[in-house]
């Protein structure tokens, strides 16, 4: 079983930053893609930022010069460094990973419970 654990949501003023954390434990080979997903209400879930084990990211235009995603492989651990935040911003992120479990052949998904970021304004 792999386990994920989000935290640093909670609520922020407009223009505040945040820095969420992910990490992932369990019985793991190793872990490719890492990324954060958001899902506001009445709306679908979106990808925020992602970055590869080899380090190349990638964001959503909405978020770009403002957020920085980043990993620390030998902790499993992907952050999300958000800086002038939005009340658009305001979502559940959710922590997404490519997992190769040990022993196997084979990449699963994983997502976190998600961790609530309020902006307000």
């Known amino acids: 079983q792999v386990q994920l654990v989000e935290s640093g949501g909670g609520l922020v003023q407009a223009g505040g930053s945040l820095r969420l954390s992910c990490a992932v434990s369990?019985?793991?080979?190793?872990?490719?893609?890492m990324g954060w997903y958001r899902q506001a209400p009445g709306n679908q879930r979106e990808l925020v930022a992602s970055i590869t084990r080899g380090g190349s990211t990638n964001y959503a235009g909405s978020v770009k010069g403002r957020f920085t995603i980043s990993r620390d492989n030998a902790k499993n651990t992907v952050y999300l460094q958000m800086n002038s935040l939005k009340p658009e911003d305001t979502a559940v992120y959710y922590c997404?990973?490519?997992?190769?479990?040990?022993?196997?052949?084979?990449?699963?998904?994983?997502w976190g419970k998600g961790t609530l970021v309020t902006v307000s304004s």
């Open positions: 369990g019985n793991i080979y190793s872990i490719n893609t």
């Open positions: 997404n990973t490519e997992v190769q479990p040990s022993g196997a052949q084979y990449v699963l998904h994983y």
